[in-house]
């Protein structure tokens, strides 16, 4: 996130977290969201908001540099919605803490907010962390503030092991838990031998429109064709957006050459986030009371795989705009959050844009989100989610002794 010269920062991660969530709404042009969000942010940053920034970053994978929260802001006709992800940590970090930490969360969220829970209570514990198995997260929450209605949650639930033959039975018996019998086998007939299968998402509604979803990586060489695999299961008559989407992603990673003279560590971080990120992931989204519960796919890019710089970002998400024609009231509030975010020179800022997802919903209408990282960690300790002492610490593992 950028300061002016002279503003102050924030001392602990909550203030400065708040910040952005207050820059965000105000840049989007939903100022009249910002009290709501707020104090939505304050219930979900329970679990760590008073940790001061600089003590060093906590363990997550959330984002590059272990930042636990990541932003979005939904746009359509117009700027729609703003919502923040958060990720329950604690301390001393293990997947336990977290776990239980995430579940507190859960029931402050439907506290507050009426969410409804009774869903993921069918299925948690097919989730929840196991001795021997290394999960690098837990779970994951999101609450949105919109124009149109009530705040909206959900969980993401991360699977003990994302590989497809170890992860399937899993999701087979959550999915006929939740309503879907027979529905995995659908999917996994779309996978791709290099793809993984690690998240698990409940909209924490009611509603006949709540959503269960199950999230797709994709590995390896990104092909029109693996998209569209995905969106053939979908019953949307507008889904069929993932080769043109693989395109524009495509072309942003070959334009991506260094210069030369760029130095070798800059080089090093930027392929490093191979490991940080995977390129591509599409989500497979289910609705109860239909013939097809496939209702919905939809297919989201990392941008610091592709991209050395947010300038580069910024082009491939203008294109991904072009591409869905979206409304100039919505590219000038995209454009004031990057402004508001990342300052007037995005070509020497890396990792503050990290996702941009787009589809159509029934009607036609174009939804595309965008996703940023306030960089709490960024400026003074770099990239730290690949630190493999701090993954080890946090699976319980022993850290190996490196002799001098």
């Not at 989007?28 to 304050?42: I, N, P």
């Not at 029931?107 to 907010?113: G, H, K, V, W």
């Not at 999230?215 to 043109?244: I, K, M, S, W």
Request: overall charge neutral; charged content about 20%; hydrophobic content about 35%.
């Amino acid at each position: 996130m950028m300061f002016q010269t002279g503003e102050a920062i924030p001392p602990t991660m909550a203030g400065y977290g708040e910040l952005a969530v207050r820059r965000l709404c105000q840049a989007s042009g939903l100022a009249e969201l910002e009290t709501q969000a707020v104090d939505g942010y304050r219930i979900m940053t329970e679990s760590w908001g008073q940790r001061r920034i600089e003590d060093g970053p906590p363990w997550s994978i959330l984002t590059p540099d272990s930042t636990p929260i990541e932003y979005s802001v939904l746009l359509q006709e117009e700027p729609v919605s703003v919502r923040v992800a958060i990720e329950a940590l604690a301390d001393p970090p293990s997947p336990e803490g977290y776990w239980s930490n995430a579940q507190r969360m859960t029931a402050r969220l439907a506290e507050t907010y009426g969410l409804y829970t009774e869903h993921l209570h069918r299925i948690e514990h097919l989730f929840a962390p196991r001795p021997g198995l290394r999960q690098p997260m837990v779970a994951l929450h999101v609450m949105g503030w919109s124009r149109t209605g009530a705040p909206e949650g959900k969980i993401y639930l991360c699977v003990p092991r994302s590989e497809i033959a170890a992860c399937g039975p899993i999701y087979d018996e959550a999915l006929t838990r939740l309503g879907f019998p027979g529905q995995w086998q659908r999917i996994a007939q779309a996978l791709h031998p290099d793809d993984v299968v690690p998240f698990f998402s409940l909209d924490l509604s009611d509603a006949p429109s709540a959503r269960t979803k199950v999230y797709v990586q994709h590995r390896g060489r990104l092909t029109a064709q693996r998209l569209e695999r995905f969106d053939r299961l979908a019953a949307n008559p507008q889904a069929g957006a993932g080769p043109a989407l693989a395109r524009i992603a495509n072309r942003a990673e070959q334009r991506s050459v260094w210069a030369p003279g760029a130095s070798p560590r800059t080089k090093l971080q930027w392929r490093s986030n191979s490991r940080r990120y995977w390129s591509a992931d599409t989500y497979v989204a289910l609705v109860h009371g239909r013939s097809q519960p496939i209702d919905t796919v939809l297919h989201q890019f990392a941008l610091p795989t592709r991209c050395r710089n947010d300038a580069e970002s910024d082009r491939m998400v203008h294109e991904v705009l072009d591409a869905f024609a979206v409304s100039d009231r919505s590219r000038a509030a995209y454009t004031r959050c990057v402004q508001s975010l990342i300052g007037p020179d995005p070509a020497k800022q890396m990792y503050n844009l990290t996702y941009v997802s787009a589809r159509h919903d029934d009607s036609g209408t174009p939804r595309v989100a965008v996703y940023f990282n306030p960089r709490m960690f960024h400026p003074e300790f770099g990239l730290t989610n690949g630190d493999l002492a701090q993954t080890w610490r946090f699976q319980g593992m022993s850290v190996p002794r490196t002799e001098l």
